[in-house]
């Protein structure tokens, strides 16, 4: 058994990793969602990370394991997504590490379908992020984070705009500039409505949007030599701000995993 220390972000908080992992089966790279239900099966479990506040109840939570550090996360932006939420709302939980490479018996026992995040509440698996964001809003509604419905999908075209740009062969396919015309719009929302997609607090939107941000500033640094514009002032403040956050650095993916995680759609 190996033990990791996390230190406290805004709450206290104490944590362990304990190796107990074996992985025999492949799944796919990407991060999405599915549930089912948890338990232990066999003898052996996943990397386990627990979180402890004032509550004795963590919440359980699979999310990707990081593929070139043992007993660290993984690059799955969605996983972070859940992660950040749990961590604003200060809720504790406990981390299970799954290896997506090599998927355990118990991971697809719960999850048949073997992606992630996963979390359990009331005694049930939920899957998908933005319906585990949702959920926690519903049942821990302190500290609000819901964004309103005119913001919530502000930015959400610059995911889907950078890994065109990310995989693209042609400078002059239109690719840059798509990705490009999508953070001018955001630019002109956080001018506007900043420092946040929401004014002055984070929000939902928020802990969605900032891990691809991350993803982003990380794949095409390395692989594209290429980062945000100066011209585009609103969005490299607002990444430099979430960014800094206390839960993004406790979450966030190493910078290798990100890189490596991207691989095969750079190289493919």
């Not at 790279?29 to 109840?57: D, E, L």
């Amino acid at each position: 058994m190996s033990t990791l220390k996390i230190q406290p972000t805004a709450f206290a908080l104490s944590s362990s990793v304990r190796q107990l992992g074996f992985f025999n089966l492949k799944l796919p790279r990407n991060c999405v969602a599915s549930s089912n239900h948890f338990s232990r099966y066999g003898t052996r479990r996943a990397p386990t990370v627990s979180m402890s506040t004032t509550s004795s109840n963590p919440l359980e939570v699979c999310v990707k394991s990081s593929t070139t550090t043992p007993n660290k996360l993984g690059d799955c932006p969605f996983c972070q997504r859940v992660l950040l939420t749990l961590e604003e709302k200060h809720l504790p939980y406990d981390l299970k590490l799954v290896d997506l490479a090599h998927k355990p018996d118990w991971f697809l026992k719960l999850n048949p379908g073997g992606k992630v995040p996963v979390i359990k509440l009331n005694e049930k698996w939920i899957s998908d992020s933005d319906v585990i964001a949702q959920v926690l809003e519903e049942k821990y509604p302190d500290p609000p984070l819901g964004t309103p419905p005119e913001k919530a999908s502000v930015g959400s075209k610059i995911f889907s705009t950078f890994i065109g740009f990310l995989k693209s062969k042609d400078p002059s396919d239109g690719t840059e500039k798509a990705l490009i015309s999508e953070l001018s719009s955001f630019n002109n929302h956080i001018k506007d409505n900043g420092p946040y997609v929401n004014g002055k607090e984070v929000s939902a939107v928020d802990f969605s949007l900032a891990p691809k941000l991350y993803h982003l500033e990380i794949a095409l640094g390395h692989y594209k030599k290429w980062s945000v514009p100066d011209s585009l002032p609103h969005v490299k403040s607002y990444m430099k701000a979430i960014f800094s956050r206390d839960s993004f650095i406790k979450t966030r993916a190493q910078p290798e995993d990100v890189i490596a995680g991207w691989r095969p759609r750079v190289l493919g």
